[in-house]
């Protein structure tokens, strides 16, 4: 019999130094504002959240997200260029906080899959989460959470 499938548990496939560069405290600035925009929280607040969201297996999942989309867009640059791209663009400041993304059905699947990881979600949530459809809106949310990361990761320079 299969384990439970767990939709934003993800393999490694993102190269190392995409870790070094976007690290969970650069990841927390990039997506605190969102976060706390959604929950109509103050930035610090957001950041422990999503900090606590973030100390496990959901950042590997997110920046593997993230990586997909870079590459899928980045017709141009190799997986070097991409890396080099990033770590220009983090350059002197890679705790400059990311735009406010637009939320939409995805965002909000996954501000719950954040809330969830982070312990602060209700029972109920969770058990929507644990369905079918709760487990498709999660993937979605991923990945719109990680195409907007890849689009801050790579904005600058």
């Not at 384990?3 to 560069?21: E, K, S, V």
């Not at 605190?32 to 109509?40: E, G, K, M, S």
């Not at 058990?127 to 809106?137: F, K, S, Y």
């Amino acid at each position: 019999m299969d384990a439970p499938r767990h939709c934003y548990i993800g393999g490694m496939p993102y190269p190392p130094r995409l870790a070094h560069l976007a690290t969970r405290a650069v990841v927390v600035a990039k997506l605190a504002p969102t976060f706390a925009t959604a929950h109509h929280i103050d930035d610090e607040e957001a950041a422990q959240r999503l900090s606590s969201a973030l100390a496990g297996r959901l950042l590997p999942a997110l920046l593997d997200s993230a990586w997909s989309a870079m590459r899928g867009t980045a017709k141009r640059l190799n997986d070097d260029g991409l890396l080099e791209k990033v770590a220009a663009t983090l350059g002197d400041r890679p705790m400059r906080p990311g735009r406010v993304a637009t939320l939409s059905p995805a965002w909000s699947a996954f501000l719950v899959v954040a809330d969830l990881e982070a312990g602060t979600a209700s029972e109920a949530a969770r058990r929507v989460m644990e369905t079918d459809a709760g487990r498709q809106r999660a993937d979605e949310g991923l990945a719109e959470a990680g195409r907007f990361l890849a689009k801050e990761l790579t904005r600058g320079k």
